[in-house]
């Protein structure tokens, strides 16, 4: 037993800080069914909803009736050295001031999320019925949903979006599906994309045609349960493009934190939904970080507090650590060593090592990979 042991450390500090090839061999299967976790940003909507900068550069235009561009707009962000949500805060407060409701300014948050989307579609027939089908993906007429999924894809074809959403639609059809999918994103473009794609390839099948079975469920607040299914958890709440006809409305705006002072009061609260879901499954599967900057400081105390406690419990059996970091960050893989070095160690507090890909066009490959679902 000691031998064994002896040579485990052996076998561990050779291997020591080594990052994980998402394409290659010997990482394919790194994670296990139902034993990992993907936690998605902003980043893999890049493209189809405005950036951090623009959305608050729009925000507080329109909050206080300025014609700032985009030039005067970040002399100022740069100036004041505030952080964006900061300036989307004083939008806030802005609206509070005039006497406007709070339901005001989550319905301009809304109409700048899917503005893209909205002007991408605006002279085409489509234009109609775009906010039903987003709204509803899952009642949505059928010929409708396989037009405004063709749309999409063929509108923002080089999103990582839709990688994602196929990724996660193998993955469960393999059998290799993640435990849950946590997102910090306000859309819910990621869950609306698997379900018109799921729509979109049975009717596009053979017969008969009824309605094809929704594996992945929207969790946007503590009283929904995903049952056997998969949960997508918006941990930050979540937005929904609103059509009027549409009689309930799936989303939790109302638990939007978007706000500086939304922030800060999850940052101060001690067992806040979203926290608790994050460390649970930071806990007890292996985290896929995919489109984040990791540059969130809740994100960054959450792992760093989990890293230490895996490093006291490891030490209690003679490890001195954890050598590989079980938790990946995709990115793709800098040309020069010296950043290669640089991200590797940058996380090792995090207990978060780099798993990297050739380019951002590699994130479906990557992930069927990992999860052996190719």
């Known amino acids: 037993m000691a031998q ?25 299967g790194y994670l296990a069914p139902k034993s990992w976790t ?34 005067e707009f970040q002399k100022i962000v740069s100036e004041t050295g505030w952080s964006l949500d900061s300036w989307i805060q004083a939008a806030a407060n802005k609206f509070q001031a005039d006497g406007r409701e709070s339901a005001d300014f989550k319905s301009l948050i809304e109409s700048q999320i899917y503005s893209i989307i909205r002007s991408k579609a605006t002279g085409m027939g489509l234009s109609r019925y775009l906010i039903q089908v987003l709204s509803d993906p899952h009642s949505a007429p059928r010929d409708r949903v396989i037009e405004i999924c063709d749309f999409l894809e063929n509108t923002f074809s080089g ?18 599906a993640p435990k849950a999918v946590l997102t910090f994103n306000a859309d819910t473009l990621l869950e609306t ?7 979109r390839t049975h009717y596009l099948g053979p017969g008969p045609y009824g309605h094809p079975e929704f594996p992945f469920v929207q969790v946007t607040r503590p009283v929904i349960k995903s049952g056997n299914n998969i949960p997508i958890i918006h941990c930050h709440g979540a937005i929904a493009p609103k059509d009027t006809g549409v009689h309930r409305h799936r989303d ?15 940052a101060s609260s001690r067992a806040s939904w979203g926290e ?4 649970f499954h930071a806990h007890s599967t292996k985290m896929v970080f995919l489109g984040l900057s990791m540059a969130d400081s809740n994100i960054r105390k959450w792992m760093n507090g989990i890293n230490i406690e895996k490093s006291r419990d490891l030490q209690l059996f003679g490890y001195e650590g954890i ?52």
């Open 38 to 71: 993907l936690c998605v940003g902003a980043g893999i909507s890049k493209g189809i909803v405005p950036d951090w900068h623009n959305l608050a550069h729009h925000v507080v235009n329109s909050a206080y009736n300025l014609s700032l561009n985009d030039d």
């Open 193 to 199: 994309y698997i379900n018109l794609n799921l729509r």
């Open 276 to 279: 608790s879901q994050f460390l």
């Open 323 to 374: 050598p590989n970091p079980h938790h990946v960050w995709i990115k793709p893989e800098p040309a020069a060593p010296q950043m290669k070095q640089v991200y590797l160690l940058s996380l090792l507090h995090l207990g978060v090592r780099p798993g990297w890909i050739k380019s951002w066009r590699d994130v479906e490959t990557a992930l069927l990979n990992l999860s052996s679902a190719i």
């Open 252 to 266: 939790s705006r109302d638990r939007l934190i978007f706000l500086e002072q939304e922030y800060l009061d999850m």
């Open 159 to 176: 999103s990582s979006l839709f990688q994602t959403g196929r990724a996660l639609i193998q993955c469960e059809k393999s059998g290799t």
């Open 4 to 28: 064994n042991k002896t040579l485990e450390k052996e076998k561990t500090e050779k291997e020591k800080w080594r990052a994980v090839y998402c394409d290659s061999v010997k990482f394919k």
